[in-house]
Nanobody, 127 residues
């Protein structure tokens, strides 16, 4: 069993930056692919970014490409999402998720591919 706890969200002005963190319990974290999703008010949860067990392979939604960066530190059991050049439309609850597979090139963007989820952290971007 893996528990995920997100942090780092907050209120920021448009153009600002945040670094979201997702701390995981369990020794097997380093073997898991990880993803970030978000859910805006009144909308379905959507894929944001994902990476393989080492983050040697990364994937991004088109809407965040060039502005967001996913990374991880397996020695700290933590995955990060650096969010830059924030826009009001980035306002959402951000969730991290763990996939028990080390690498998933086909389904990284699908919620159902992930086995564990955090409780989310709120990011609010003011204009």
């Amino acid at each position: 069993q893996v528990q995920l706890v997100e942090s780092g969200g907050g209120l920021v002005q448009a153009g600002g930056s945040l670094r979201l963190s997702c701390a995981a319990s369990g020794r097997t974290f380093r073997n898991y692919a990880m993803g970030w999703f978000r859910q805006a008010p009144g909308k379905e949860r959507e894929f944001v970014a994902a990476c393989s067990w080492s983050c040697g392979t990364t994937y991004y939604a088109d809407s965040v490409k060039g502005r967001f960066t996913i990374s991880r530190d397996n020695t700290k059991n933590t995955v990060y999402l650096q969010v830059n050049s924030l826009k009001p439309e980035d306002t959402a609850v951000y969730y991290c998720a763990a996939d028990k597979r080390s690498y998933n090139s086909d389904g990284y963007f699908r919620e159902k591919e992930y086995d564990y989820w955090g409780q989310g952290t709120q990011v609010t971007v003011s204009s």
